[in-house]
């Protein structure tokens, strides 16, 4: 999933929160910030997922917007087009199985498709949200790793992360910047879907 202009992401300068918001009003307040304090640690981050986003940040305010915008089409326009159902969202891709999985799939009422459709949407009500629970864990290792990799307890923070104890990790990212102990929580137990 790659950022565009209107992706939600966050900006930390020197591990504070310097702002919060779409990419393109983050980015330029990025650029402010570095244009004021040169030799600033800038990170950007990515909300849905906890990732660096690297920013262009040369040039005027319009041409960083405009460069934000133009990725955004780019990506777009460069994906290939299968077929499917357009209009529908429908999107072609491989699914490799074995003849036994290929037989009961024809045979069940509406073919192989509707019949995996439905598979899918029963295992997504199924899930219990552990998917999401997933998700949001990763998404907050991969924020922790880049700003807080060296700072004590990170391993072990990292631990009751992934061991879902909310308590033993709130309390031991307690002694880091508050800006940082508080952007790993939102990630962390924030459902993907709300960030």
Not at 129 to 155: I, N, V
Request: with cysteine; proline share 6%; charged share 30%.
């Amino acid at each position: 999933m790659s950022a565009t202009a209107t992706s939600p992401c966050t900006a930390f300068k020197n591990g504070e929160r310097l702002a919060s918001g779409p990419l393109s009003d983050v980015a330029l307040a990025v650029k402010s910030a570095q244009n004021a304090e040169p030799t600033a640690s800038l990170l950007t981050f990515d909300d849905r997922t906890g990732r660096v986003i690297d920013l262009d940040l040369r040039g005027s305010d319009e041409e960083i917007v405009a460069r934000l915008d133009h990725v955004t089409s780019d990506d777009a326009a460069a994906a290939p087009r299968g077929r499917g159902r357009p209009k529908l969202g429908v999107v072609a891709r491989e699914v490799t199985l074995l003849p036994r999985h290929w037989d009961w799939l024809g045979a069940q009422p509406g073919g192989a498709s509707a019949t995996l459709r439905r598979l899918v949407e029963d295992a997504k009500r199924t899930d219990g949200g552990r998917q999401d629970k997933r998700q949001a864990q990763e998404r907050a290792y991969c924020f922790m790793s880049a700003m807080a990799g060296d700072l004590p307890g990170f391993e072990e923070a990292a631990r009751a992360l992934f061991a879902d104890d909310r308590a033993r990790f709130g309390e031991i990212i307690a002694e880091w910047p508050a800006d940082i102990s508080s952007y790993a929580c939102r990630l962390a137990f924030t459902p993907p879907s709300e960030a």
